[in-house]
T-cell receptor
Framework: GENVEQHPSTLSVQEGDSAVIKCTYS??????FPWYKQELGKRPQLIID?????GEKKDQRIAVTLNKTAKHFSLHITETQPEDSAVYFC????????????FGAGTQVVVTP | NAGVTQTPKFRILKIGQSMTLQCTQD?????MYWYRQDPGMGLKLIYY???????DKGEVPNGYNVSRSTTEDFPLRLELAAPSQTSVYFC????????????FGNGTRLTVT
């Protein structure tokens, strides 16, 4: 089955700096890669996703890149703000697995003013 | 739309007790899922369903049962609760279609002592 590894486990950045979280996956059939943000005590919420036919996707200050050959994908947050502080999870699934997402262990991001 | 609604929000069980975690969605989603999230970890899939009357095991199904008698409801049953089942449980749903995003409920925090 799919195995997703996520690094780093914690990330401290100064407000205004960029944050990068990296994930690797094992199943070459995986073709959908969402990123979820989870604030303390809240539910995970989708912030951006990318499909295997696209190499990069951007939404305002958030971007995701995918390297299918190397089987890794990354989340980039630019101009970080205190409200970006949360746990971020990457996930991967294959086309026939619907919501059977395999999640990474998460990255605690702390943005200090 | 209320989205995905889970009850209860919190529950403390004694070892050996049983309970049902309720989940209902009003988005007419065919697909529903139960995930558990242990402290500091990502989410692991317990069971999922692709439609009424159809359920299947995920990554960590032992100690749990589900049913899907209607499109809206997907209860999770714990029989003979064990301390290892202490976790936060998230129900999610998605619409048909390749790699549709998951919509999560607010979670149920369960402690087994």
């Amino acid at each position: 089955g799919e195995n997703v590894e996520q690094h780093p486990s914690t990330l401290s950045v100064q407000e205004g700096d960029s944050a990068v979280i990296k994930c690797t996956y094992s199943d070459s059939a995986s073709n959908y890669f969402p990123w979820y943000k989870q604030e303390l005590g809240k539910r995970p919420q989708l912030i951006i996703d990318i499909r295997s036919n696209v190499g990069e996707k951007k939404d305002q200050r958030i971007a995701v890149t995918l390297n299918k050959t190397a089987k890794h994908f990354s989340l980039h947050i630019t101009e970080t703000q205190p409200e970006d502080s949360a746990v971020y999870f990457c996930a991967a699934s294959s086309g026939d697995s619907w919501g059977k997402l395999q999640f990474g262990a998460g990255t605690q991001v702390v943005v200090t003013p | 739309n209320a989205g995905v609604t889970q009850t209860p929000k919190f529950r403390i069980l004694k070892i050996g007790q049983s309970m049902t975690l309720q989940c209902t969605q009003d988005m007419n989603h065919n697909y529903m899922y139960w995930y558990r999230q242990d402290p500091g970890m990502g989410l692991k899939l317990i069971y999922y369903s692709v439609g009424a009357g159809i359920t299947d095991k995920g990554e960590v199904p032992n100690g749990y049962n589900v049913s899907r008698s209607t499109t809206e409801d997907f209860p999770l049953r714990l029989e003979l609760a064990a301390p290892s089942q202490t976790s936060v449980y998230f129900c999610a749903s998605s619409s048909p279609g390749n790699n549709s995003p998951l919509h999560f409920g607010n979670g149920t925090r369960l402690t087994v002592t």
